[in-house]
């Protein structure tokens, strides 16, 4: 078993994270820059400390945010932006997000013609200056109102959409929906929306009158980056993935899996995972072996990236309530089998009772290593309270198991979620 050291550098002032890498110790420092290879500058007093192979950072003492509950663009490889829709043309979004920036590129004074100049002065003077051009290709929906408070996180979940396979979907304000194709009305004064619908004339639609889209699966582009990129949590809650990721004087820059460039303060940065590099989640593989026994007869299947009522994974941590984006729901009675084969050298995950369906729930929680079982302080007997931190050595090992076993009151209210429960390399 790994003990978890927290290894605190003396900060220099500024925003400060926890830096968990490919390395057993985690680091808390004011983070001084990363570079797109995902390696970590540190400052103290001593001078500059770098860390490769940075898997997450954790901003020191905040939570991670909820979802976004109000308007909100989500897109086919889960994206979560706040902000509100300013216009666009045919199959193209123009998308304002709350707190994130389009950087200046530099081009606004370099010759060009005088059709694309009288463009951007129109782009400009119309309101749209800044905002990101998001294809409809890669969103899964659109939000212009806030979202109902059972509202799934998931949109393929969304009640109005039952039944629907090959269209898009319009839930106007007033509740009604409309199905058909849509894109954005051309050289609209305000935005609008064009819908052909299944059955009758193509019209236009204020977006004003509409509450929120749903496009068409099928059509979708849900492509993930080929190499290692990072998905990060905003001070908003919001969510984006983002390539050619870099921070530097205070700054955070990428480019989306679209090619949209984005800038925003370190200041609004709460999260950051690496994917695709030295950390293999849980719920992006499949297990070889899964035991569910209900108390009653009634057994709760597990879930990935989700507790097991279909809800955002969450834990209460030293920071508070956190909102995490990867990880399982479990309920007792569970065993999940995987199968490693040697080539892992560290397990980890944040284990705790759901702090929302959870409250009264106790239960029994194992991690074993090749059938052995590990000794996690706090696990065995889980209960209502701060969730407990597992790091595991399994170095060389062929198999890891993860058990939830009832409790004293069975499977009342025991929702165990496993948080962040990733192998590394």
Not at 227 to 245: C, E, I, Q, T
Not at 320 to 325: H, N
Request: hydrophobic share 40%; glycine share 10%; aromatic share 6%.
């Amino acid at each position: 078993m790994y003990a978890l050291v927290l290894a605190v550098v003396p900060l220099l002032g500024g925003p400060s994270f926890v830096i968990t890498s490919e390395a057993d110790e985690q680091v808390a420092s004011k983070l001084l820059r990363l570079s797109p290879e995902f390696t970590a500058t540190i400052g103290a007093r001593s001078g500059e400390t770098a860390i490769k192979n940075v898997i997450s950072l954790r901003r020191v003492s905040s939570p991670i945010p909820p979802f976004p509950t109000g308007r909100q663009l989500l897109t086919t490889t889960g994206d979560r932006i706040s902000g509100k829709i300013i216009g666009g043309e045919r199959d193209v979004l123009s998308f304002r997000p709350a707190t994130i920036n389009t950087p200046d590129d530099g081009t606004w004074w370099r010759p060009i013609s005088l059709t694309r100049w009288i463009r951007r002065l129109s782009h400009f003077l119309s309101g749209h200056d800044g905002a990101w051009l998001v294809p409809m290709s890669v969103t899964s929906a659109l939000w212009l109102v806030d979202l109902p408070a059972d509202t799934p996180p998931d949109p393929a979940r969304y009640t109005w959409l039952e039944g629907n396979k090959n269209r898009d979907v319009v839930r106007l304000r007033n509740g009604d929906t409309i199905r058909g194709v849509i894109g954005m009305t051309p050289d609209a004064l305000k935005p609008s929306f064009r819908i052909r619908p299944e059955m009758g004339e193509a019209r236009d639609i204020s977006a004003t009158e509409v509450g929120a889209i749903a496009f068409n699966p099928l059509l979708a582009k849900a492509r993930k980056p080929k190499g290692p990129f990072a998905r990060v949590v905003l001070a908003d809650g919001s969510r984006v993935a983002l390539l050619k990721v870099q921070i530097a004087n205070g700054s955070v820059k990428g480019e989306t899996g679209w090619g949209q460039k984005v800038e925003f303060p370190l200041d609004s940065l709460i999260a950051l995972d690496v994917f695709q590099a030295n950390a293999t989640y849980l719920s992006d593989l499949k297990p070889s072996k899964v035991e569910q026994v209900g108390f009653l007869g009634i057994a709760w299947p597990w879930a990935a990236d989700r507790s097991v009522r279909g809800k955002p994974l969450c834990l209460a941590t030293d920071r508070g309530i956190s909102t995490f984006d990867k990880g399982l729901g479990t309920h007792p009675r569970t065993l999940l089998t995987y199968q490693l084969g040697g080539k892992y050298k560290r397990f980890e995950a944040t284990v705790g009772l759901d702090p929302e369906t959870g409250v009264r729930g106790q239960a029994v929680v194992l991690v074993r290593v090749d059938g052995k079982e590990q000794v996690v302080p706090g696990l065995a007997a889980l209960a209502v309270g701060q969730a407990v931190t597992v790091r595991v050595d399994v170095s060389k090992a062929k198999e890891l198991t993860m058990e939830v076993d009832f409790g004293p009151a069975g499977g009342v209210q025991a929702d165990v979620n496993w948080a962040d429960a990733r192998l590394i390399e």
